[in-house]
């Protein structure tokens, strides 16, 4: 009985140190080029290098379900952006791209977080915002390689969630992602 138990147990030693797992073959790494992140695609159009982005807020301070940049947003370098933005809340919002001075929009006033570059509505506008159920497209000009914001002008909003970030850089096409 004990002969059969060793030897059991001598086969299971055996078994459990050579059974290797074969890890599956991932994807191979692009030769040369930049590893993007997976993403889900943007439109994008060739000729006029502008990608075309569209927000919308429905319940305070969100852009498409979320905020306090969950949203990124991926351009190539050297391409526009073209955002159409739809108030859908109950409250005044705006949306504008800001080339940021520090790594989160944390002032009440937004502009003493980073330069406010194109925005819907535009000029001062943009600290009053939207009404509820307008809508706006703002255009920017090509964007140089980078981290940027798109935030809400209206005092306090940014600062409570309201914003999402673009970076521009060597991708080939835009796309975004949501998660922290
Ligand atoms: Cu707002």
Same mark, same amino acid.
């Given at each position: 009985?004990? %002969?059969?138990?060793?030897?059991?147990? %001598?086969?299971?030693?055996?078994?459990?140190?050579?059974? *290797?797992?074969?890890?599956?073959?991932?994807? @191979?790494?692009?030769?040369?080029? *930049?590893?993007?992140? @997976?993403?889900?695609?943007?439109?994008?159009?060739?000729?006029? &290098?502008?990608?075309?982005? =569209?927000?919308?807020?429905?319940?305070?301070?969100?852009?498409?379900?979320?905020?306090?940049?969950?949203?990124?947003?991926?351009?190539?370098?050297?391409?526009?952006?073209?955002?159409?933005?739809?108030?859908?809340? &109950?409250?005044?919002?705006?949306?504008?791209?800001?080339?940021?001075?520090?790594? &989160?929009?944390?002032?009440?006033?937004?502009? &003493?977080?980073?330069?406010?570059?194109?925005?819907?509505?535009?000029?001062?506008?943009?600290?009053?915002?939207?009404?509820?159920?307008? *809508?706006?497209?703002?255009? =920017?000009?090509?964007?140089?390689? #980078?981290?940027?914001?798109? %935030?809400?002008?209206?005092? #306090?909003?940014?600062?409570?969630?309201?914003?999402?970030? %673009?970076?521009?850089?060597?991708?080939?096409?835009?796309?975004?992602?949501?998660?922290?």
């Amino acid at each position: 009985m004990l %002969v059969v138990i060793v030897g059991i147990l %001598v086969i299971y030693l055996f078994a459990t140190q050579t059974y *290797q797992p074969v890890a599956p073959a991932g994807p @191979a790494a692009p030769e040369g080029g *930049q590893a993007q992140p @997976a993403g889900t695609p943007l439109p994008f159009d060739e000729e006029t &290098k502008t990608v075309i982005f =569209t927000l919308i807020t429905t319940n305070g301070f969100e852009y498409n379900g979320t905020s306090y940049g969950e949203l990124k947003v991926y351009v190539p370098e050297g391409s526009k952006l073209r955002v159409t933005y739809i108030n859908q809340d &109950k409250l005044p919002h705006s949306a504008g791209l800001m080339k940021p001075n520090k790594d &989160k929009p944390t002032s009440p006033q937004v502009n &003493k977080d980073g330069e406010v570059l194109a925005a819907t509505p535009s000029g001062q506008e943009f600290y009053f915002g939207l009404n509820p159920g307008e *809508q706006g497209t703002f255009e =920017t000009d090509p964007l140089s390689k #980078g981290t940027y914001w798109i %935030v809400c002008g209206v005092p #306090g909003h940014a600062a409570s969630g309201q914003w999402i970030v %673009v970076n521009a850089g060597n991708y080939d096409t835009p796309f975004y992602t949501v998660g922290k």
